[in-house]
Nanobody, 128 residues
């Protein structure tokens, strides 16, 4: 079993930066991909970014491409998302998620149903 703990959320102003962390524990050798999703009030949970646990392949939603950078520190079993040029519309609860399954198509990693483990979420609020 895999456990995920997010940290790093907070209240920032538009244009600021913030880094979220997702610590992965348990059967980390089973992890295939770690992703970040977010959910704003009254909206569906949406994909933000993901990274393969082994290798360097990354995935980004169009809305964050060029502003967010996902990375991984295997020594610390931690995945980060560096968020820059934050906008008020980035305000949401950010969730870390992991899947132990590998798929031939990258499209799978953009979908919530692909991920079988979720963290508790961390709030990010961007004021204008």
């Amino acid at each position: 079993q895999v456990q995920l703990i997010e940290s790093g959320g907070g209240l920032v102003q538009a244009g600021d930066s913030l880094r979220l962390s997702c610590e992965v524990s348990g059967r980390t050798f089973t992890v295939a991909v770690v992703g970040w999703f977010r959910q704003a009030p009254g909206k569906e949970r949406e994909f933000v970014s993901a990274i393969k646990w082994k290798g360097t392949t990354t995935y980004y939603a169009d809305s964050v491409k060029g502003r967010f950078t996902i990375s991984r520190d295997n020594a610390k079993n931690t995945v980060y998302v560096q968020m820059s040029y934050l906008k008020p519309e980035d305000t949401a609860i950010y969730y870390c998620a992991a899947t132990t399954l590998s798929y031939p198509s990258a499209n799978y990693y953009y979908a919530k149903r692909t991920y079988n483990t979720w963290g508790q979420g961390t709030q990010v609020t961007v004021s204008s």
